[in-house]
């Protein structure tokens, strides 16, 4: 991969790398931590999971045992996260970190979704595109969600 190839695929996460950053550095409260972690997560799990995909047989005609390794980055993450924040899903402010823990699974089932064997017809082609236009949408509109959630959250 050349160098202008991996500035244009790194441009998606340039806005949710600032404000992961800046919800983890001001951390006014727990759910900020939090958000801040997830927003930045893509970045670490976005290459395990090309290294993943980039092994899976091509072209894919069924479903394989192995495309489930592909969720396995995103929801490895996700769950230690949750277990590490797991007093903020209950109790009356739960809806917050509640909703954002549901964003970050339709990241990575977005991801696997990406991959998935359509059938063979020719819908493959624009299903595979759909999920690839959401997946380059998803990581700026959760980062979105992340700073406002936790930012309406402070003092609580």
Do not use: Q
């Not at 939090?34 to 479903?63: H, N, Q």
């Not at 998935?116 to 959401?134: K, T």
């Amino acid at each position: 991969m050349d160098l202008l190839s991996l500035f244009l695929c790194s441009i998606p996460f340039w806005a949710p790398v600032a404000i992961g950053l800046y919800l983890v550095v001001n951390k006014p409260n727990e759910l900020s931590l939090m958000a801040g972690l997830l927003t930045l997560k893509p970045i670490v799990t976005t290459p395990i999971w090309f290294a993943i995909i980039s092994t899976l047989p091509r072209p894919v005609d069924k479903l394989e045992p192995a495309h489930l390794w592909s969720i396995l980055p995103g929801a490895s993450l996700t769950l230690l996260l949750a277990f590490t924040f797991r007093r903020l899903l209950s109790g009356p402010g739960a809806g917050g970190a509640r909703v954002l823990l549901a964003l970050d699974c339709v990241r990575w089932l977005n991801s696997f979704l990406l991959f998935l064997p359509y059938g063979g017809n020719a819908a493959d082609g624009s299903l595979a595109c759909l999920f690839a236009v959401i997946g380059l949408i998803l990581p700026t509109a959760f980062a979105m969600v992340a700073l406002t959630t936790s930012l309406t959250h402070i003092g609580e």
